[in-house]
């Protein structure tokens, strides 16, 4: 499975159309001729929008492969506890003051 790389951390406003739906209601409103270019505006948003949705890591991994790998890294989580956990029983970190 190869990771796709994004851009950095998905900024919420990034995703939000609301701005651009209100710009051009009221575009029509005030029969302007802005509303193509607010229109265009909206396309360019929703296409970004599609980009980022489909760069997003693990976005081609089924729910299935999803599950199946969270429980292996619990499985690793709970081996490396227990190993943890033997190796503190040792006492093999206690150094003795000189």
């Given at each position: 499975?190869?990771?796709?790389?994004?851009?950095?951390?998905?900024n919420p406003?990034?995703?939000?159309?609301?701005?651009?739906?209100?710009?051009?209601?009221?575009?029509?409103d005030k029969?302007s001729q802005?509303?193509?270019?607010?229109?265009?505006?909206?396309?360019?948003?929703?296409?970004?929008?599609?980009?980022?949705?489909?760069?997003?890591?693990?976005?081609?991994?089924?729910?299935?492969?999803?599950?199946?790998?969270?429980?292996?890294?619990?499985?690793?989580?709970?081996?490396?506890?227990?190993?943890?956990?033997?190796?503190?029983?040792?006492?093999?970190?206690?150094?003795?003051?000189?």
């Amino acid at each position: 499975m190869a990771a796709v790389e994004t851009k950095g951390p998905i900024n919420p406003e990034d995703c939000s159309f609301l701005p651009i739906v209100h710009d051009i209601i009221k575009c029509i409103d005030k029969d302007s001729q802005e509303v193509h270019q607010e229109l265009n505006k909206l396309k360019t948003k929703l296409q970004d929008t599609r980009e980022m949705v489909s760069s997003m890591p693990g976005i081609d991994v089924s729910p299935e492969q999803q599950q199946q790998q969270l429980q292996n890294l619990r499985d690793q989580v709970r081996t490396k506890n227990e190993l943890l956990q033997k190796y503190k029983s040792l006492c093999m970190f206690d150094i003795p003051k000189a």
